[in-house]
């Protein structure tokens, strides 16, 4: 979509901002609000004890993600590490598609135009860093971590891995012009 | 998601073995647009705590394609299904933190630019790969943010 086309969607305002989001004087409490009443996107006390450095608990869920896709494999009965919503059909957003932000990169190799811009300071120029989600008509959070690391085939084998992960989640608008509220993944 | 047989070849972008990504997108429109290596994912699966600078992306069995080598999955070439699960976690000192207005691109938000680990897993016929634990992770860049963009950037 061009930025020119935007305009012709529907600008649902300022109901869709935070009261703060304006003059960014303090950290905003937060952006989308549908999504509490869902109740299903922001668990501090649970995210607390995520995200303590505990590294125990982090070899344990590289081996659970191990033993679901075990699962996975060898039958529907799935006791994968997670405990929350575990597929799409499962989840209450409706996935309605999202547009593709209007920047990005040419193809090299002659495919469909890349709308996304390589990770980077959201201050950089594009493409090597600015606007760090791949949709757009978003009013959300967004997370990128550019990685690197190594891990183990079936066979026992050191293998060497560079992940970009993404999400986006929050309110967007859909292909339609619709708001929804959903999150989505790049990688 | 990369992966490479050995760790110049990764540096080298070289005989790579995987490309794990959901593709493409449909066309959204009549000049062919379509998001990028997006897909949705459960909307619990992401937990953010801007405040606190702690953020956390896990999801499991979440089916995706391998193209095996990035000039095939940019031409959108064959594909075989796979199925990918992934914890990311962003916490940690805060290296730098902006507010960033750009209305030539059409968003603004406030950014937080601070490390992120992973922990990823694959499957297909025929493969499997763990990754090691998250502490071995090296980050190269990580950033979480609270924006707005395209028609809701006003």
């Given at each position: 979509?061009?930025?020119?086309?935007?305009?012709?969607?529907?600008?649902?305002?300022?109901?869709?901002?935070?009261?703060?989001?304006?003059?960014?004087?303090?950290?905003?409490?937060r952006?989308?609000?549908?999504?509490?009443?869902?109740s299903?996107s922001?668990?501090?006390?649970?995210?607390?004890?995520?995200i303590?450095?505990d590294?125990?608990?982090?070899?344990?869920?590289?081996?659970?993600?191990?033993a679901?896709?075990?699962?996975v494999?060898?039958a529907d009965?799935?006791?994968?590490l997670?405990?929350?919503?575990?597929?799409?059909?499962?989840?209450?957003?409706?996935?309605?598609?999202p547009?593709p932000?209007?920047?990005?990169v040419?193809?090299?190799f002659?495919?469909p135009?890349?709308?996304?811009?390589f990770?980077?300071?959201?201050?950089?120029?594009?493409?090597?860093?600015?606007?760090?989600s791949t949709?757009?008509?978003?009013?959300?959070?967004?997370?990128v971590?550019?990685?690197?690391?190594?891990?183990?085939d079936?066979?026992?084998?050191?293998?060497?891995?560079?992940a970009?992960?993404?999400?986006?989640?929050?309110?967007?608008l859909?292909?339609?012009?619709?708001p929804?509220d959903?999150a989505?993944?790049?990688? | 998601?990369?992966?490479?047989?050995?760790?110049?070849?990764?540096?080298?972008?070289?005989?790579?073995l995987?490309?794990?990504?959901?593709?493409?997108?449909?066309?959204?429109?009549?000049?062919g647009?379509r998001?990028?290596?997006?897909t949705?994912?459960p909307?619990?699966?992401?937990?953010?705590?801007f405040?606190?600078?702690?953020?956390?992306?896990?999801?499991?069995?979440?089916?995706i394609?391998?193209?095996?080598?990035?000039?095939?999955?940019?031409k959108?070439?064959?594909?075989?299904?796979?199925?990918?699960?992934?914890?990311?976690?962003?916490?940690?000192?805060?290296?730098?933190?902006?507010?960033?207005?750009?209305?030539?691109h059409g968003?603004e938000?406030?950014?937080?630019?601070?490390?992120?680990?992973?922990?990823f897993?694959?499957?297909?016929?025929?493969?499997?790969?763990v990754?090691?634990?998250?502490?071995?992770?090296?980050?190269?860049f990580?950033?979480?943010?609270?924006?707005?963009?395209?028609?809701?950037?006003?």
């Amino acid at each position: 979509m061009l930025m020119s086309d935007l305009s012709a969607l529907p600008r649902l305002g300022s109901i869709l901002l935070d009261p703060d989001a304006g003059a960014w004087t303090s950290e905003p409490a937060r952006h989308a609000t549908l999504a509490d009443t869902l109740s299903v996107s922001v668990q501090p006390s649970k995210l607390g004890a995520v995200i303590a450095v505990d590294s125990a608990r982090l070899e344990a869920a590289s081996s659970a993600i191990g033993a679901g896709l075990t699962a996975v494999q060898t039958a529907d009965n799935d006791d994968s590490l997670f405990d929350s919503v575990r597929s799409l059909a499962d989840d209450p957003q409706t996935h309605a598609a999202p547009l593709p932000i209007p920047g990005g990169v040419s193809n090299p190799f002659g495919g469909p135009f890349i709308h996304h811009n390589f990770p980077g300071p959201a201050d950089a120029p594009p493409p090597f860093g600015n606007e760090p989600s791949t949709i757009t008509d978003l009013n959300g959070d967004i997370g990128v971590a550019l990685v690197r690391g190594t891990g183990t085939d079936g066979n026992g084998t050191t293998l060497y891995f560079e992940a970009d992960l993404r999400f986006m989640q929050g309110r967007y608008l859909d292909v339609s012009g619709a708001p929804h509220d959903g999150a989505f993944g790049f990688l | 998601v990369d992966i490479y047989p050995s760790q110049s070849d990764l540096e080298n972008k070289t005989n790579q073995l995987h490309d794990f990504n959901p593709g493409f997108g449909d066309p959204v429109n009549a000049n062919g647009d379509r998001t990028f290596w997006t897909t949705a994912i459960p909307i619990c699966s992401v937990n953010v705590d801007f405040q606190a600078g702690k953020a956390e992306m896990r999801v499991s069995h979440l089916d995706i394609e391998d193209y095996f080598n990035l000039p095939n999955s940019l031409k959108d070439g064959q594909s075989i299904p796979a199925t990918v699960a992934f914890d990311v976690v962003w916490g940690g000192d805060v290296t730098r933190r902006l507010d960033v207005r750009d209305p030539a691109h059409g968003f603004e938000g406030r950014f937080k630019e601070q490390p992120a680990t992973v922990v990823f897993a694959a499957k297909e016929d025929g493969f499997t790969f763990v990754s090691n634990p998250a502490n071995t992770t090296r980050n190269l860049f990580a950033e979480i943010g609270r924006e707005r963009n395209g028609s809701l950037f006003v």
